[in-house]
Structure formats: C-alpha cells, structure tokens
C-alpha cells in the first residue's frame, strides 16, 4: 500500500467518524485541542521572560493598593492612636491571632492596653482590616520580615503602632486608590 492509499484511508476515516459522531469526536480523535495548545506554548518559548527574581529583583516588584502584608496599627494626626477597642478585629480573626485587652479612661473612652498580633498565627487573610470602624488596624505593603528569636513573633501594640508610624505615607496612598 502505497503513501496516497494510506492518506486516503485516514480521510475516509476521518470523514466518516465526523458523519458519525459529529465535529467534537473529530477533534478528539485528531488531537486538535491539543495541538493548539502547543502551538501557544511554541510561542511563549521564544517571547521574552517577564519572571522577576526575588529578592535580588524584589525592590520592584508589583503590587496592588489591597496587598495584604504585615499588618500596623494607626494613628489620627494629632498622634492618639484610632484603635477605640472594640474588637471587632479580634472576633472576626479566623487563626484567632489578634489577643485585645482594654480599659475605660475618665472621659468615658475605651482604649487598648494591650494589643498583640501573633505573627506565626496570622494568615494574612485582611479580615480585621475590613472590620474595623475606624482604620485602626491596616494591611501594609511589607512582605520581607521575618523573626530570628523565639517570641519575636508576639507583635505589640508598640510595635504595630510603630510600623504604623513608618507606613503611614503609604497606608494613606494605598487606601485613597482603593476608594478610588
């Protein structure tokens, strides 16, 4: 059997598998999903490559205005702290990460006495973020912190207050795109 008897009988087939079973066993049968899918990965292999590597790239890498990184606490512009310890964050926290104290001040306010966040705990899921009233807790554009000694990870109210502190400029920009 010559090449043009075995073309043939592969047409032939062909024709009568599509006058059977229809368009769709077809292409099965011919691998046409699949052929056009290596067709797409042919391309992308001689494209150029738009992996970053981290870190040594890590300064630029892109993020969105709803990144959730490490979290801080604010604090109004006269310099009290927002939290007005309701707790919100601490109930909705689904690792049960957030651990609140608080205490009644003269005036009839409620403050926090005690605000940790357990680094290892969190997940970073945001969830406090959203429940708070007043912006008080917030998700910062911070992916590079680690903890080299045991208990580093118990973030104070100090410390969230702190990188708050740091992060405001971009805290504030971050939530203005967002209300955009």
């Keep these: 059997m010559n090449l043009v008897g075995v073309f043939g009988a592969l047409i032939t087939f062909a024709l009568l598998i599509y006058f059977i079973f229809g368009r769709d066993q077809l292409k099965s049968l011919l691998l046409l999903d699949l052929l056009s899918g290596l067709r797409v990965t042919g391309k992308k292999l ?3 490559k738009t992996t970053l590597h981290f870190p040594d790239e890590g300064e630029s890498l892109p993020t969105s205005p709803r990144f959730k990184g490490m979290l801080a606490l604010r604090r ?4 009290q702290e927002r939290c007005i310890a309701c707790k919100l964050c601490e109930a909705v926290c689904p690792a049960l990460a957030i651990n609140i104290e608080s205490h009644e001040h003269t005036d009839g306010t409620r ?8 680094a290892f705990k969190c997940i970073n899921c945001g969830l406090c973020a959203e429940a708070c ?3 008080s807790i917030v998700c910062t554009d911070e992916m590079n912190y680690s903890f080299l000694r045991r208990g580093d990870n118990i973030m104070t109210k100090e410390q969230l207050l702190a990188i708050g502190d740091l992060y405001e400029d971009q805290i504030a920009r971050n939530m203005e795109k967002d209300r955009a």
Excluded at 76 to 79: F, H, P
Excluded at 111 to 118: K, L, V
């Design 133 to 135: 009233p007043v912006d």
């Design 76 to 79: 109004y512009e006269n310099g």
């Design 46 to 48: 001689f494209e150029p």
């Design 111 to 118: 403050r926090t006495t005690r605000f940790d966040i357990d």
